[in-house]
Structures are given as structure tokens and as C-alpha cells.
């Protein structure tokens, strides 16, 4: 009776380790997660005079290149804009590239270049700042 009682009670056993491994292993493990964009990715090129970034420049171009040798030439410009009264030029997502972008902006007979770090086009707003003098 008592090697029945034993063999019952190992089978019991086997039979509760088989049932929490099935039940471990039929969950489903895919996480399907969908990831909301709350701010659309935007390049934001303030210009300013001198070291005072409160003294914005409004009425200044400013170009949008995908590499240096397009820039330097002036040629296939990504986008175009002209800052606004708080020394804003503004481009959406379709107006910037995916890593490095090579800018130009002119002031009356003043032209700077500058390049922005690499872009992820993610999410958010990228303030670049670019100073006159």
C-alpha cells in the first residue's frame, strides 16, 4: 500500500510540473506595442547676433542641404526658409534628412555655414542655434 501511495503521489507530481510547464509555455510573448508620436520631429534653426541669443535676426535664409559638397556648391537644396520675427526658420520632417545636415544662412551680405548633429527624425523638436558674427 505504501509503494502505491508513493507511486500516486509521484505521478501527482510529474503531472502537476507538466501542467505548469504548458501553461508557462503556451503565453503568447509577442508584445505588439504601438508607439504614439506626441510631437512631430521638427529642425528649428534660431539665428541670433553676437553671444545674446534673446537678440534674434528675423529675415534671414536659411538652406537645407543633404551633404557639404551640395552646400558648397548651392545646389539641390533639401528646403528653403526665411526666419521670423523670432528668429525662427522651421522645417517639418519632409524638409530635413535623416543624419547630418549642412546648412546656409544669409543675412543682408553675409552668408554662415553650419551643420546640425546627426538627426534621428524621431520625435520632438531640435532647437539649432546659429550665431551671426
Not at 13 to 39: F, G, K, Q, W
Request: with cysteine; aromatic share 8%.
Amino acid at each position: 500500500m505504501n509503494n502505491y501511495k508513493n507511486f500516486l503521489t509521484r505521478v501527482g507530481h510529474a503531472l502537476a510540473a507538466l501542467l505548469m510547464l504548458v501553461s508557462v509555455s503556451s503565453c503568447e510573448r509577442d508584445m505588439d506595442m504601438d508607439i504614439v508620436s506626441v510631437t512631430p520631429p521638427e529642425l528649428h534653426v534660431i539665428v541670433y547676433n553676437g553671444t545674446d541669443t534673446n537678440d534674434r535676426v528675423e529675415g534671414a535664409t536659411v538652406k537645407v542641404y543633404a551633404s557639404e559638397e551640395n552646400r558648397t556648391a548651392g545646389t539641390n537644396a533639401v528646403a528653403e526658409a526665411v526666419t521670423d520675427a523670432s528668429g525662427e526658420a522651421v522645417f517639418p520632417k519632409e524638409k530635413f534628412v535623416k543624419g547630418i545636415n549642412y546648412l546656409t544662412v544669409s543675412i543682408d551680405d553675409v552668408t554662415l555655414t553650419a551643420q546640425t548633429p546627426y538627426m534621428l527624425q524621431n520625435d520632438g523638436e531640435t532647437l539649432f542655434w546659429v550665431a551671426k558674427n
